[in-house]
C-alpha cells in the first residue's frame, strides 16, 4: 500500500515500513490536483495496487475522487485509492478508529468527531471566516490589540512591550494583510500563549475567549456526530499551539462544563496511521470525509 500526506507546509510518502517527506506541500493557489502530480512527479517509480490520499485543501468536502483515482493509475497502476479529507485522517490516526473527538490546531482549526459510524467536521473556515482560536486568530488579535494599545487605544503597557518586535514586523510590511501577514500572526501565535502564561492582562483575554472558541468547536462536533452532552467521550487536542498545556487545559475546562464526563486522551497516530487504517478497515464511502476511487 502507499500512503500520501499532503499537508500546507510539505507531505510525506510511506510504502511498507519506509516514509519520506518533503517540503513540498500544497501552494497558495495550486489544486490539490496539481499538488499530488507535482509530489508524483519527484517519486522514484513505484507501484501500488492500493493508494490512500490524505490532503489538506478539501476543507470538510472531498468530491470528484475519480480524477485522483485516474492520477494513481497514471503513475502506480492503482484500482483502489481513497480520498480522505486530512481532518478525518487525522482524526482516525489519533484515536486508532475509536469514537470522540480530535480538535486539531495549528494555522488554522480543523475538528473531527465520530460515534458509532457517524462522523462530523466543524471549522476548517479558513482565517478569513474561521479558524477561532488557532494559530493565526492567536497572532493576529494580539498584534491587533498591540497596534490599538500603540495608538493609545486602551492601556496594557506589559503587552504593548511584549509585542514590541511584532509591532516593528508589522511596520516593515510592505503589504499589510498579504501572505507576510499571515505568516507574521501565525509565527506569533506561540508568543501570546507565552504572554498568557506570564500573566499579561491582554493575553490572558485572547488566550480565555480562543479556549472557548475552541471549547465549542468540540462541543458542537460531538453532538454533530449523534453525542449527547451526557456521554462519555475521549478528546484529542493536538497541534502547534496544543503544545501549550495551560491552552490544552483551558480549551479542556471549558468542555467539561458541556459535556462533564469528557476524557481528555493522548493522540494515538498522525494522519499517515490514519489514512492507513481506514484504507484497510473502511471499504465504504464516508461521504463528505471519504470517498474511494476505482479507475
Known sequence: MLVIDLGQSGSRVRQESTTTTSSRGKRNGETVLESLRAIFQDLPKTSSEVVALSCTGFNGIVNSP????????????SSRVAVIDDGFAGFIGALNGRDGVVLSIGGG???IGGRNGMFSHRDGLGST???EGGGFWLGA???TKSLALRQGRGKDDQMLEYFADEC???DQLTIKD???ASTLSINTAKKVLDAADLGIPTAVSIVAEGSLLLAQTVVATWLGAGGENKDVVEIVIQGGPA????YVQAIFNQIKIEIPHAVLAESKGDNL???TWIAENMDQDQPPLLLWATP
Open 109 to 111: 482549526v480543523v475538528s
Open 66 to 77: 475519480d480524477k485522483y483515482g485516474s492520477l494513481c493509475k497514471e503513475f502506480f497502476g
Open 168 to 170: 516593528k514586523k508589522y
Open 129 to 131: 471566516f474561521g479558524d
Open 178 to 180: 498579504g501572505a507576510e
Open 273 to 275: 496511521d490514519g489514512a
Open 141 to 143: 488579535l494580539a498584534i
Open 243 to 246: 503544545k501549550n498545556s495551560q
